[in-house]
């Protein structure tokens, strides 16, 4: 028999049928509560809020649990590329090594940007920030690539355009804004190679390719590659919602991925432990504003609105991080300063009180240090990783049959009713 919930309202009982997950996440249906009882819900910041009912990504927050597709992201992380989690994502299952191969020719092919587009990157003020710059440039690809996406097949071209042209883009704006000479893509080189190669390979210094950079960067990727209905891939069902074009959604994804409290924290977390390094390493002042209700001042790379608990992808990071820094014998400063602030965080008892662990962030930073990623580009390291996550998520909804446009509702606050004023009498 179903479960309900029921709503009493005015004298009047309604009954609302539970929707069960596959994990057992239970939630209220409630699509036909305005119509039965006039009422919306509120729910500031969505807390509370199903937006979907999704087969893509499972987290469970009080465990510490990430699942792609049904797949542990541990596994993925110790087993898998980018390239194959990204199939799996945006398919349900894994490639077989045919497909893999197909795909991997397809990226090649579809790696090259249309040189047109550079000329847009050079007119982008000096010093303007990667994240906006690649916002932009994606929503102009549906100015150079108009093909339509009615048949499966062109959907298929238009996200694997998407996936291989973003690395290339991203590594496009670092040459353009340092003044070099663009590195073009390589058809021998893997995706994660290809963009240390394209980053850093100069026409005077040739770029050794480090395997072990290589497998840290598809580590990074994999673990970035999806986390379910987070701020910016909800931006990109909502304004998918409205049937825009991928360009156009992802575009708006970028965007919402820029802001410090979501994906920007990663250099705002570099930026932090560098302002505490500046300060002569004084961890305990950062606690003590962290705490301070009156500072607006947070512990960047801490907290998470779903995880109550170590966030998994922060411990494989953390693990990485070190690995990284003792093969390449790297003595990174900012390393020890975040050591011992996680240490005093984890002990302090406001942070014990509000559930608050590191996130992927915290130790992402030090990760692309390492790699020499400028950290205006730390975001964009994000982006290209969450776009596999975000192609999948607005695939699902444009197939799904139920989905709407997506409007909430709202309760209005505002003066009551009043007339307009005219200029000269107010
Ligand atoms: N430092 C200090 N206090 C914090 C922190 C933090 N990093 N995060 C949350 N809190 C406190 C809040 O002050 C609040 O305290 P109160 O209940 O006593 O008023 C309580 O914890 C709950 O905080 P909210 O902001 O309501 O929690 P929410 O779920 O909305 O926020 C968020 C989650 C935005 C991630 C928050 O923890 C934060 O700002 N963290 C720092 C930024 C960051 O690292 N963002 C990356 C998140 S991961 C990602 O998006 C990729």
Redesign the pocket.
């Known amino acids: 028999m179903t479960e309900t919930v029921k709503i009493i309202y005015e004298g009047k009982t309604h009954e609302f049928p539970v929707v069960e997950g596959t994990e057992g996440e239970k939630a209220i249906d409630i699509l036909q509560l305005r119509q039965k009882t006039g009422l919306v819900t509120l729910d500031p ?1 969505y ?1 509370n809020t199903g937006s979907c009912t999704s087969d893509i990504t499972f987290m469970d927050g009080e465990k510490g649990i990430l699942r792609y597709r049904g797949i542990p992201v541990e596994q993925l992380a110790e087993h898998s590329s980018f390239i194959e989690t990204s199939y799996l994502l945006i398919n349900g299952v894994l490639p077989t090594r045919e497909q893999l191969n197909d795909i991997s020719d397809l990226f090649n092919d579809q790696s090259l940007v249309h040189e047109d587009m550079q000329k847009f990157y050079h007119n982008f003020p000096r010093g303007s920030h990667p994240m906006g710059i690649l916002s932009s440039m994606v929503n102009a690809l549906r100015s150079f690539y108009p093909e339509l996406q009615t048949i499966e097949e062109e959907i298929n071209i238009t996200v694997t355009r998407l996936l291989s042209k973003v690395r290339t883009m991203a590594a496009m704006s670092y040459k353009i804004s340092r003044g070099h000479k663009v590195v073009y893509p390589r058809s021998d080189l893997s995706y994660c190679a290809n963009f240390l190669n394209m980053m850093f390979d100069t026409p005077v210094k040739s770029y050794y390719i480090d395997e072990d950079l290589v497998d840290a960067l598809n580590v990074f990727w994999i673990l ?1 590659a999806d ?1 379910e209905q ?3 891939t909800s931006a990109v069902r909502l304004v998918g919602s409205g049937r825009v074009n991928l360009y156009a959604a992802i575009s708006a994804g970028i965007a919402a ?1 820029w802001g ?7 250099q ?2 570099i930026e932090m432990l560098s302002d505490i390094q500046k300060d002569g390493g004084n961890i305990q002042r950062a606690i003590d504003r ?2 301070d ?1 009156k500072d607006t ?10 995880y109550k608990t170590y ?1 998994p992808r922060a411990k494989i990071m953390k693990e990485m991080c070190y690995k990284i820094l003792e093969k390449l014998n790297i003595d990174d400063p900012l390393l020890d300063i975040a050591k011992e602030l996680e240490e005093a ?1 984890l002990t302090d008892d ?2 014990v009180d ?3 662990y590191p ?4 130790y992402s930073g030090i990760v692309l240090r390492a790699m020499k990623i400028p950290t205006n580009m730390f975001t964009v390291m ?1 982006a290209i990783g969450r776009l596999p996550g975000w192609i999948a998520q607005w695939k699902e909804s444009i197939d799904d049959p139920k989905w709407r446009l997506g409007r909430p509702r709202q309760i209005y606050i505002g003066p009551e009713k009043r007339d307009y004023i005219p200029m000269d009498e107010r």
């Open positions: 910041g807390a970035h986390h987070n701020c910016s991925l410090p409290l979501h994906g920007g924290a990663n705002a977390v962290a705490r209700k001042f947070r512990l960047m790379g801490f907290g998470h609105r779903v966030d965080a406001y942070f509000h559930n608050l996130n992927v962030d915290f994000f």
